[in-house]
């Protein structure tokens, strides 16, 4: 499954830039996989990042504020706010990095 998953991420990167759909448009930065991921330093980004845990448990610190990440757990780090995850164990993680194009977005999903 790793192996089909990095393949993934590897062919996305290559090919996806740009997604929309329901009046929304979205610049992605990236996708990613990590397999093991432990902790990182406290950190934020411009734009949306939305990770996924296949597998592990851990904390994501989010503005200050701990929530507890497990298997199937989703989350959202918003642009302009420190966040960082800790784990003991490692966790195995899917994400992306986006942003809105609000030029190509409708203006009820610019102010969702």
């Given amino acids: 499954m790793t192996a089909n998953l990095i393949a993934g991420k590897i062919s996305l990167n290559e090919r996806v830039h740009r997604t929309q759909g329901n009046g929304a448009s ?3 930065h990236y996708w990613g996989v990590m397999p093991k ?3 990182n330093v406290s950190h934020k980004h411009s734009f949306f990042e939305m990770c996924y845990v296949l597998e592990g448990k851990g904390i994501y610190i989010d503005d200050g504020h701990p929530y507890p990440v497990k298997e199937n757990t989703l989350f959202l780090s918003k642009p302009g ?3 960082h995850i800790k784990s003991d164990t490692g966790l ?3 994400y992306v990095g986006f ?3 609000e030029s190509e977005s ?3 999903c ?3």
Avoid: A, C, M, R
């Fill in 26 to 28: 979205f610049h992605v």
């Fill in 37 to 39: 991921h432990y902790d």
């Fill in 81 to 83: 706010v420190l966040h």
């Fill in 92 to 94: 195995f993680l899917l």
């Fill in 99 to 101: 942003e809105l194009v």
């Fill in 106 to 108: 409708t203006e009820k």
């Fill in 110 to 112: 610019i102010k969702i």
